[in-house]
């Protein structure tokens, strides 16, 4: 068997493809962060916790309704996008005129309350989500094993990435969104309806969220705090891609879950804060972030 | 001004006859503590207008070191306490230079994902006791001279250390220094044509609220007698900032009234309502934000103007 490093090349693929999975996680979350920063200049705290829900609500309605995991991976984005139109309506819009650090603080309001009424009713301990039927099993690619629900992970969510990076750049809908983004008065004047753009807008980047948290069931235990570090490293990997860009979040959120992979490899105490070191390189070097501008 | 003056003696009276009073020291303590904790965070969010959302960092990091020296060490509590500053200080010199190069919400989340990275220091480190934190700090003597088993004694020692950092806080804050602060809080183009080095500046006073916490941290570590993860994770340094918000950010006293608001919900609410304290605290949180941004100090201060006018 090849090595590298004295490490067999089989494990180090092995790992890259998990940081691969996780780099699609992240980057689908940034990506959500990405667009509601990007229109309503707000960072959504709460974005760990709608991920959470997302996957309980791929769970329990297995377990209560018996929804297939089809039916849940388009289900639990459109109930959290509901629930996020209701907050946003309800909250977020109350603050658009203030300093954006108040957007910050509601939305850690928010996932407490959602992540302290989510442990209160399931409590800390993990559930596990059947892998779907279809997707079981792994490919046997030669030089290494492939599991076919991870191929099907990445595979979605890098074609959900460059769906809505084709609609907010190359459509009209996204046009108008962008056109929201530089001047919402003007928009309004044209008769284009910019506080319910805004709802659904926060309601999408949510839905992305929950679309993760779907997608993450089978390969994680599904609990109360899944989300509540995560999103500190999606934090961190917004702040190396650059807020405004839309492809600065997806590429920066694959290649972070690739490194932290190789990490894995190579020093496996590391593999929690590198993420949070490049970070700090990042920062020291080219503060504005990789694809963002000053 | 005769009303605050009436209120401070009020405050003082009552602090200084809590074990008259039959309250439990230890709760004291521990609310002076965190009183601490918000005073100092106060000093970089209230007077230099900067949300860090990491400050759990410096006050865990220093009650770890506080921790580790005095249980695995056997240094006596005053050493302990001044090597817990320096812990923080330094940490804040490093978490500040980096973080202080981007502004606003920038400023915010790089300092949150600056202090989980110390948070996973504090888990995976060899010497800080993994999931179970540094347990059994003794609290050692007051200089060699006199033991401090006594809670009412060290009651006084934590009163008066506490009053120490609000003086010395509100004499940094009304200090030149505290003036430029506030310069570039409310408008930093202007400071810098006026030709002061902002941003060093706004890294020293994150090193000073940085230290502060950890002063904070290490007397909190001596109190309870032990340094766990949740002295460094994100769920404290929010907390600290609803401490902060909910007295009134900006004012001397909101932040003293914030803790001991949080603290004693915190130690009496969660034998009624168990764990849905967090959902409280998060309602609570949402409910500042929303209604409430000048907190109850300057909120009262503002009636007061008010009705002092016409």
Redesign the interface.
């Given at each position: 068997m090849a090595e590298i490093f004295g490490i067999p090349v089989a494990v180090i693929l092995g790992q890259l493809m998990l940081g691969l999975v996780n780099g699609s996680f992240y980057a689908l979350l940034s990506l959500g962060l990405a667009v509601i920063f990007g229109l309503m200049g707000i960072?959504n705290f709460a974005h760990g916790a709608f991920y959470a829900l997302g996957a309980f609500v791929a769970l329990l309605s297995l377990q209560h309704l018996g929804v297939n995991y089809w039916f849940a991976l388009a289900l639990s984005p459109l109930v959290i996008a509901l629930l996020g139109i209701l907050l946003e309506r309800l909250?977020l819009r109350?603050?658009y005129r203030?300093?954006?650090?108040?957007g910050?603080?509601?939305t850690?309001?928010?996932?407490?309350?959602?992540?302290?009424?989510l442990?209160?009713y399931f409590g800390a301990s993990g559930q596990s989500y059947p892998v779907p039927a279809a997707l079981r099993g792994v490919f046997d690619l030669g030089f290494m094993i492939l599991p076919i629900y991870r191929a099907w992970v990445i595979l979605v969510s890098v074609i959900i990435c460059f769906g809505v990076w084709f609609i907010i750049e190359r459509t009209r809908l996204g046009g108008t969104l962008r056109a929201a983004t530089e001047n919402a008065p003007l928009l309004q004047a044209f008769g284009v309806n910019v506080p319910l753009l805004v709802a659904v807008t926060y309601g999408g980047g949510v839905a992305l969220a929950a679309l993760a948290g779907g997608l993450s069931a089978p390969v994680i235990l599904v609990s109360p705090q899944m989300g509540?570090?995560l999103v500190?490293?999606v934090?961190?990997v917004?702040?190396i891609g650059g807020?405004g860009s839309i492809l600065g979040a997806i590429i920066s959120g694959m290649a972070l879950g690739l490194i932290e992979g190789l990490t894995k490899v190579i020093y496996p105490?590391a593999s929690?804060?590198v993420?949070?070191?490049i970070?700090?390189l990042v920062?020291?070097f080219r503060?504005a972030g990789l694809f963002g501008r000053e | 001004m005769r009303l605050s003056s009436l209120f401070y003696l009020l405050a003082g009276l009552f602090a200084l006859s809590v074990p008259l009073l039959g309250i439990y020291p230890v709760f004291m303590m521990q609310l002076l503590c965190f009183a601490m904790f918000a005073c100092a965070y106060n000093l970089l969010l209230g007077f230099s207008g900067m949300?860090s959302?990491g400050h759990a960092a410096f006050f865990g990091a220093a009650a770890y070191a506080t921790s580790w020296l005095t249980t695995a060490r056997g240094w006596d509590a005053a050493p302990a306490i001044m090597a817990g500053i320096l812990t923080s200080t330094l940490i804040g010199g490093i978490v500040g230079v980096?973080?202080i190069?981007?502004r606003?919400?920038?400023f915010?989340?790089?300092t949150?994902?600056?202090a989980?990275?110390i948070y996973?220091?504090c888990?995976?480190a060899p010497f800080t006791g993994g999931e179970n934190g540094l347990q059994g700090v003794p609290r050692g003597t007051l200089f060699g001279l006199v033991p401090l088993r006594s809670d009412v004694l060290f009651y006084y020692l934590v009163l008066a250390a506490f009053l120490l950092q609000y003086a010395f806080i509100q004499r940094v804050v009304q200090s030149p220094f505290g003036q430029v602060l506030k310069a570039i809080r409310e408008n930093e183009p202007r400071a810098i044509s006026l030709g002061y080095e902002v941003n060093r500046y706004r890294l020293l006073a994150f090193v000073l609220s940085a230290a502060l916490a950890g002063f904070a941290g290490s007397l909190k570590a001596l109190v309870l007698g032990f340094a766990t993860l949740s002295d460094v994770q994100?769920a404290s340094s929010?907390e600290v900032?609803l401490m902060t918000?909910l007295g009134g950010t900006g004012t001397f006293f909101g932040p003293v009234a914030g803790a001991a608001i949080i603290v004693t919900l915190q130690q009496y609410l969660s034998e009624i309502v168990g764990?849905?304290?967090?959902?409280i605290?998060?309602?609570?949180?949402?409910a500042?934000?929303?209604t409430f941004?000048r907190g109850l100090v300057g909120t009262m201060a503002a009636l007061w103007r008010r009705k002092a006018v016409p």
């Amino acid at each position: 068997m090849a090595e590298i490093f004295g490490i067999p090349v089989a494990v180090i693929l092995g790992q890259l493809m998990l940081g691969l999975v996780n780099g699609s996680f992240y980057a689908l979350l940034s990506l959500g962060l990405a667009v509601i920063f990007g229109l309503m200049g707000i960072v959504n705290f709460a974005h760990g916790a709608f991920y959470a829900l997302g996957a309980f609500v791929a769970l329990l309605s297995l377990q209560h309704l018996g929804v297939n995991y089809w039916f849940a991976l388009a289900l639990s984005p459109l109930v959290i996008a509901l629930l996020g139109i209701l907050l946003e309506r309800l909250f977020l819009r109350h603050l658009y005129r203030l300093d954006p650090l108040y957007g910050l603080l509601l939305t850690f309001g928010i996932a407490l309350v959602i992540e302290g009424c989510l442990h209160q009713y399931f409590g800390a301990s993990g559930q596990s989500y059947p892998v779907p039927a279809a997707l079981r099993g792994v490919f046997d690619l030669g030089f290494m094993i492939l599991p076919i629900y991870r191929a099907w992970v990445i595979l979605v969510s890098v074609i959900i990435c460059f769906g809505v990076w084709f609609i907010i750049e190359r459509t009209r809908l996204g046009g108008t969104l962008r056109a929201a983004t530089e001047n919402a008065p003007l928009l309004q004047a044209f008769g284009v309806n910019v506080p319910l753009l805004v709802a659904v807008t926060y309601g999408g980047g949510v839905a992305l969220a929950a679309l993760a948290g779907g997608l993450s069931a089978p390969v994680i235990l599904v609990s109360p705090q899944m989300g509540s570090s995560l999103v500190i490293v999606v934090f961190a990997v917004v702040v190396i891609g650059g807020m405004g860009s839309i492809l600065g979040a997806i590429i920066s959120g694959m290649a972070l879950g690739l490194i932290e992979g190789l990490t894995k490899v190579i020093y496996p105490e590391a593999s929690n804060i590198v993420v949070f070191l490049i970070m700090a390189l990042v920062l020291i070097f080219r503060p504005a972030g990789l694809f963002g501008r000053e | 001004m005769r009303l605050s003056s009436l209120f401070y003696l009020l405050a003082g009276l009552f602090a200084l006859s809590v074990p008259l009073l039959g309250i439990y020291p230890v709760f004291m303590m521990q609310l002076l503590c965190f009183a601490m904790f918000a005073c100092a965070y106060n000093l970089l969010l209230g007077f230099s207008g900067m949300l860090s959302f990491g400050h759990a960092a410096f006050f865990g990091a220093a009650a770890y070191a506080t921790s580790w020296l005095t249980t695995a060490r056997g240094w006596d509590a005053a050493p302990a306490i001044m090597a817990g500053i320096l812990t923080s200080t330094l940490i804040g010199g490093i978490v500040g230079v980096i973080a202080i190069r981007r502004r606003g919400i920038y400023f915010a989340m790089i300092t949150l994902a600056l202090a989980q990275l110390i948070y996973f220091v504090c888990l995976e480190a060899p010497f800080t006791g993994g999931e179970n934190g540094l347990q059994g700090v003794p609290r050692g003597t007051l200089f060699g001279l006199v033991p401090l088993r006594s809670d009412v004694l060290f009651y006084y020692l934590v009163l008066a250390a506490f009053l120490l950092q609000y003086a010395f806080i509100q004499r940094v804050v009304q200090s030149p220094f505290g003036q430029v602060l506030k310069a570039i809080r409310e408008n930093e183009p202007r400071a810098i044509s006026l030709g002061y080095e902002v941003n060093r500046y706004r890294l020293l006073a994150f090193v000073l609220s940085a230290a502060l916490a950890g002063f904070a941290g290490s007397l909190k570590a001596l109190v309870l007698g032990f340094a766990t993860l949740s002295d460094v994770q994100q769920a404290s340094s929010g907390e600290v900032i609803l401490m902060t918000l909910l007295g009134g950010t900006g004012t001397f006293f909101g932040p003293v009234a914030g803790a001991a608001i949080i603290v004693t919900l915190q130690q009496y609410l969660s034998e009624i309502v168990g764990g849905w304290v967090t959902v409280i605290i998060g309602a609570v949180f949402m409910a500042c934000v929303l209604t409430f941004r000048r907190g109850l100090v300057g909120t009262m201060a503002a009636l007061w103007r008010r009705k002092a006018v016409p």
